[in-house]
């Protein structure tokens, strides 16, 4: 369990296709921290840690993993979010987040404004029903409040601190990125369906 909100940044170091899977070595300044067998969010996505040496932790995407994140576009020198998982005695300030993510989203514009960014994302239309005006939602890891809310696409504001400190700075239009809508959105949607049906 996460809150997103970011810790630090890797770099992706090397990348070893085996089989399905890809197995990647991330050096950041969180590396030396961790312990074998933790789950650290890397860009929204739970994995778990395997390896470590100098700096630099070890993980493996499978190709679940694969199939439903932006992983497989990660090339040597990316630049990725990382968050541990959350203590239970930490305050939550962002939102509950699982690092399981639902789909991915397409940048479809970037605006600068005097101190910020605005940007505007482009996801399946059969998740609309799980994007709200002023809720959370997990893009990259990050936790962020989304407006401008439509059937396929919502805008989010990027504050200078969190450009600063996060991937998101390297994000252009046409990118794609890891998105994981709030949990209790989606366990009421579901509640919802069910009592209808």
């Known amino acids: 369990m996460f809150t997103g909100i970011i810790e630090s940044t890797g770099e992706i170091k090397q990348i070893t296709v085996s089989g399905a899977n890809r197995i990647y070595w991330i050096a950041s300044s969180l590396s030396s ?22 700096g630099m932790h070890r993980v493996t995407a499978i190709e679940e993993t694969l199939k439903k994140t932006n992983l497989e576009q990660w090339k040597t020198g990316t630049l990725i979010n990382l968050e541990r998982s959350l203590l239970m005695n930490a305050r939550i300030d962002g939102h509950i987040v699982q690092g399981h993510v639902d789909s991915t989203a397409t ?8 101190g910020s960014y605005e940007l505007q994302f482009k996801f399946p239309k059969k998740f609309s029903n799980l994007v709200i005006e002023k809720g959370s939602i997990c893009i990259n890891g990050i936790s962020l409040t989304v407006f401008a809310v439509k059937k396929k696409t919502f805008k ?9 400190h996060t991937n998101i700075k390297t994000l252009s239009v046409g990118d794609k990125v890891n998105i994981e809508f ?15 049906n």
């Open 33 to 54: 921290e961790l312990k074998i067998d933790q789950s650290v969010s890397h860009d929204g996505v739970c994995l778990t840690v395997e390896k470590l040496k100098e």
């Open 156 to 164: 989010v504001a990027i504050i200078p601190y969190t450009l600063e």
């Open 107 to 114: 940048c479809v514009g970037k605006k600068e404004l005097k």
């Open 182 to 196: 709030d949990l209790v959105g989606k366990y009421i949607t579901r509640n919802a369906q069910l009592y209808h």
